[in-house]
């Protein structure tokens, strides 16, 4: 026996399968990941951007890609000198200025703040018409609205004065407010007793029609009117006779 066919048994063991057999010839090639910035496929991808506002920033001052029919007109420009620029127009009676002092500023000053008055008293309130309540309330709305922005004014430059007197100021506009909420809760409710009342009597028509009067007096009888005052007259010269006899019995021995 030859060497070969000894050897033949043992090269067939070390040797891998047929299958393997181009795995083990090829070089190894290391594997590294990688991926595209898109996933769908080159030939499938546009090569130009049809988002005409993508890049456009105004934190990074990056403009538009393609012109456009206002990018070749000239851009105005500030004006730094304090001199040549123009002067805006503004009303004087700007309602606005409502939220302001006399002298148009916003804080005002701790002196102007403690010269008021005292609040309206319910007494004064019960004999002014709805108008004049009207008009004393928007007054009181605007003189709270005044020191709301006098405070904000105040706390944003840290003044540390003049607190206390607009509170003052305040807490007597909110009391005279107070009182005119107390005046007309009480026409109110005599409002509704009235029409209550209303409601009983036949000579008051609530819900009247077009051309209806809403008050028809009924026929006044005056002989109905003078029976009915001697009856009563009868009556109580009856009782006073009865009290008289009581008196004379219980005065008696």
């Known amino acids: 026996m030859s060497i070969r066919k000894l050897a033949l048994p043992l090269l067939r063991h070390d040797l891998p399968p047929t299958s393997l057999t181009l795995s083990v010839l090829c070089p190894r090639v290391p594997i590294v990941a990688k991926s595209d910035f898109s996933t769908s496929a080159i030939r499938c991808r546009r090569t130009r951007d049809n988002n005409r506002n993508r890049g456009v920033s105004a934190i990074r001052r990056t403009g538009l890609k393609y012109p456009v029919s206002m990018s070749y007109e000239p851009l105005p ?11 805006v127009k503004v009303d004087e009676n700007h309602g606005l200025y409502e939220f302001f002092d006399q002298d148009k500023q916003p804080l005002s000053k701790p002196e102007d703040d403690s010269k008021h008055g005292r609040s309206w008293s319910v007494e004064e309130l019960r004999q002014k018409s709805w108008e004049d309540l009207h008009a004393l309330w928007w007054v009181c709305v605007k003189e709270r609205n005044r020191i709301a922005t006098a405070n904000n004014e105040r706390e944003r430059l840290k003044a540390g004065h ?7 100021r305040d807490r007597a506009v909110r009391r005279t407010q107070r009182a005119i909420k107390h005046a007309l809760t009480e026409r109110y409710y005599a409002w509704e007793d009235a029409r209550q009342v209303a409601r009983k009597d036949r000579e008051v028509n609530l819900n009247p029609k077009p051309g209806e ?14 029976e009915e005052q001697a009856d009563k007259q009868k009556v109580s010269v009856g009782q006073g006779r009865g009290e008289q006899a009581k008196e004379a019995v219980a005065g008696a021995p």
């Open 162 to 168: 003049g607190r206390f007197e607009a509170d003052e």
């Open 213 to 226: 009067p809403a008050y028809t007096p009924e026929v006044f009888d005056e002989e109905f009117f003078e």
């Open 77 to 87: 420009q500030p004006v730094l000198d304090p001199e040549r620029r123009s002067k």
